[in-house]
């Protein structure tokens, strides 16, 4: 059973429009990430977030906005979407600790036409 | 700047050889290191970890690592088709959770 569920799978969204991807993760672990996967570029980090709040934000647009309703739940909101936001995006979680493994959710693969 | 390089960023082993897959920081702040398989279109699952100077084996798998030159290197010994896959290494960065990925290392292992 995956123990990071990501919502959709795959998602189309027309140029301009807003989208949000949902994360779960049932790990029991205390901090989440997203990180984001291109054909033009090496997975990068986007957002960490322990306990619900934000500890680091890597993302220079404000275009996208993580959202923590609860502890294991961790969404990504991206608004005026562009064609450049095409990509895999992951979730993430670990134990909040500098040392500690982080497991990857499989992803949500978005295209914008 | 990409903190973490690859090299090389293809490689081509028969089954049962070994593949070398190496990784460099240019970060002196990044200096523990993880390296991660990516089957193609899933996600990237950890393989080992290397914190500390030396060598560390898991079954088929040698990690090592050098902190003055912040140069680690996989080694898969007896290459299965299986493991082909893209290799990608990590490096710690300095906030929680920020792992600097390398580009990766496309594997391919020829039956």
């Known amino acids: 059973d995956p123990k990071i569920i990501q919502k959709p799978k795959y998602l189309v969204a027309v140029t301009g429009s807003e989208k949000i991807l949902i994360c779960e993760q049932y790990l029991g672990h205390n901090a989440m990430y997203w990180y984001r996967q291109s054909a033009k570029k090496p997975l990068e980090f986007m957002f960490s977030?322990?306990?619900?709040?934000?500890?680091d934000n890597q993302t220079a647009s404000s275009r996208f906005q993580p959202q923590s309703s609860k502890k294991n739940h961790l969404d990504l909101q991206i608004t005026a979407l562009k064609p450049d936001d095409s990509a895999t995006y992951f979730c993430a979680s670990s134990q909040a600790g500098l040392g500690t493994e982080v497991f990857f959710g499989k992803g949500t693969r978005l295209t914008v036409v | 700047q990409q903190k973490v390089q690859q090299s090389p960023e293809s490689l081509i082993v028969p089954e049962g050889g070994m593949a070398s897959l190496n990784c460099t920081s240019s970060?002196?702040?990044?200096?523990y290191f993880w390296w991660y398989r990516q089957h193609s279109g899933k996600s990237p699952k950890m393989l080992m970890?290397?914190?500390?100077?030396g060598e560390k084996e898991e079954g088929r798998f040698t990690v090592h690592l050098n902190k003055a030159s912040l140069h680690t290197s996989l080694h898969i010994r007896d290459s299965q088709p299986s493991d082909s896959a893209l290799y990608l290494c990590a490096g710690r960065g300095s906030a929680l959770g920020r792992l600097h990925f390398g580009a990766g290392t496309q594997l391919i292992v020829i039956p």
């Open positions: 970890s290397i914190f500390s100077n």
């Open positions: 970060d002196r702040n990044v200096d």
């Open positions: 977030y322990s306990y619900q709040k934000l500890m």
